[in-house]
């Protein structure tokens, strides 16, 4: 059954709000945390595990998620995921202590990295590469971008007009609707020849990279060089170098390595980490700023990013026009240049801070960065690959973006800790032992963007970009490979 132009893209709408949900999910949680910590007793090392556990299961089994969109049929495996989240979002919001919340973040987890391949891969599969995919993109991307920043906003709102528990329940009706609407608009497609799952991989690899978060906290507890962290640290070592050797060896790898051959998908899921790096902990970093030095409420909290949402969605649309006239890699060279000096900035935030000169300056910057960041990696992450790899492409890059949101956000976070700490042990006051630690984490947060710049100008080709894609022909179930 072939699309219409107008099912066409009310495809793509659909699509898009059920991964602004995902994407919402992940920065949505920031500004209520503190009334989490309150209401479940959260101890201050185990807060960030609200984020992180939601990020890592995202993360780890998104490539799953993407081989079993295409093995099982796109359209099925992205109803599936739908019912997950939604689920999990309510008990999320009935959540009734610490572990309870967090085993509901997790699920939530798996639900997103259920959804988000299976919808990129759809789009993929929907659109001819081209003029047509670039702008369909666009809106992906700028989905993610944007939805980065209203989950802060809306987490501030939520929290402050009803409760904490809102932020949750409000994916409910979403999914709902949904899920009802898909089976109408979306077209079945899948990739015959994929027989098997992989699942040794995927818990592999996702036990290694939750090693390394909780590696990480341990050292911020006892020390980078305390048997705990050591010790986690080797375990998590020793998975990740089995997850390697297990997808070597496997017939139908969970990743084929392959993939990153071509130099441009390499550059983007580079780009991708570093972009999760940098936004998720710079905005649990300003987040804290704005609410545990400058004193802003919930609701003032999530105000405060207006300028941040309003300037990504403008700066998003933008960047899908230019896409398609001067190529993608300039398009991003900006994007992570201005996230660059973003953070820059903001390690010059002082105590008595002001929203208008300490704030406002930046979040503006940052607006211009997600926009002319998030939608050229979307489309460099599928440059030049087969419709019966959309899945794996879709969910590795997705896959960059968490695990690289949940180790941005463990170590700055471990980092900011323990600069505060050695300012107060200075005789430093609590609000400047506060910025002295988030300023370090801003720093190293820059540093670390310079190297996504640094990708961005290296690793990206114009001539990956603009190669032919193999045609795919279609069979009775779906979309099959033609090679």
């Known amino acids: 059954m072939v699309h219409t132009d107008r099912r066409k893209w009310l495809a793509l709408a659909l699509l898009c709000v059920v991964q602004f949900m995902v994407v919402l999910d992940i920065a949505i949680v920031n500004v209520a945390l503190p009334s989490i910590k309150i209401d479940l007793g959260f101890s201050q090392g185990d807060l960030q595990w609200v984020i992180s556990a939601y990020a890592l299961v995202f993360g780890g089994f ?8 295409d093995m099982l049929g796109r359209r099925r495996v992205f109803l599936a995921g739908i019912v997950v989240f939604t689920a999990a979002s309510l008990f999320a919001g009935l959540a009734w202590s610490e572990p309870s919340l967090i085993a509901a973040r997790a699920f939530q987890g798996l639900g997103a990295a259920i959804i988000t391949p299976a919808a990129l891969s759809i789009l993929s599969t929907t659109f001819v590469e081209g003029r047509e995919r670039n702008i ?3 809106a992906w991307g700028a989905v993610g971008g944007f939805g980065a920043v209203a989950g802060v906003l809306l987490g501030g709102v939520l929290t402050d007009a009803l409760s904490w528990e809102w932020i949750f329940f409000v994916n409910v009706p979403v999914g709902v609707v949904g899920f009802v609407l898909a089976p109408l608009l979306l077209q079945e497609s899948r990739d015959a020849r994929v027989r098997r799952f992989d699942v040794p991989g995927a818990v592999l690899v ?12 341990e050292a911020s507890r006892h020390g980078w060089l305390s048997t705990q962290a050591v010790a986690v640290f080797a375990t998590s070592a020793l ?9 070597l060896r496997h017939s139908e790898p969970l990743m084929r390595f392959g993939i990153l051959r071509t130099r441009t998908v390499s550059g983007a899921n580079v780009a991708g980490f570093i972009l999760g790096t940098a936004l998720f902990s710079m905005f649990l970093m300003l987040t804290l700023y704005m609410q545990q030095v400058l004193g802003y409420s919930a609701m003032m909290t999530g105000v405060a990013y207006l300028a941040v949402a309003g300037t990504a969605i403008l700066w998003s649309a933008v960047a899908g026009q230019l ?3 001067v190529g993608v890699k300039p398009v991003l060279v900006i994007g992570m240049a201005m996230l660059t000096a973003g953070l820059v900035f903001f390690t010059q935030a002082p105590v008595d801070g002001s929203y208008v000169r300490d704030l406002l300056p930046g979040f503006l910057v940052l607006g211009v960065g997600i926009g002319f960041s998030f939608v050229p990696i979307s489309i ?7 419709p019966a790899e959309a899945g794996l492409a879709s969910g590795l ?6 695990v690289g949101g949940a180790l941005g956000i463990a170590l700055l976070s471990t980092i900011a800790t323990s600069r505060s700490e050695d300012s107060l042990a200075s005789g430093a006051i609590p609000p ?9 984490a801003f720093l190293v947060g820059a540093v670390v963007a310079g190297v996504g710049l640094l990708a961005a100008l290296t690793l990206i080709r114009r001539d990956e970009l603009e190669a032919p894609v193999p045609v795919a022909v279609d069979d009775d179930e779906g979309l099959l490979d033609a090679a």
């Not at 998104?62 to 969109?69: V, Y």
């Not at 998975?239 to 997808?247: H, K, R, S, Y």
């Not at 890059?397 to 968490?402: A, D, R």
Request: proline share 0%; no cysteine.
């Open 136 to 138: 369909a993109l666009g």
């Open 206 to 217: 996702t036990g290694g990279l939750s090693g390394v978060v909780l590696a990480i906290t």
């Open 239 to 247: 998975m990740l170098a089995g997850f390697v050797a297990w997808e």
């Open 397 to 402: 890059i997705n896959t960059s973006q968490q």
């Open 380 to 386: 460099a992450a599928l440059a030049g690959v087969r």
């Open 62 to 69: 998104l490539l799953l998620g993407g081989r079993a969109a």
């Open 432 to 440: 400047q032992a506060l910025v002295d630690g988030f300023s370090a």
């Open 323 to 325: 896409v398609t006239r």
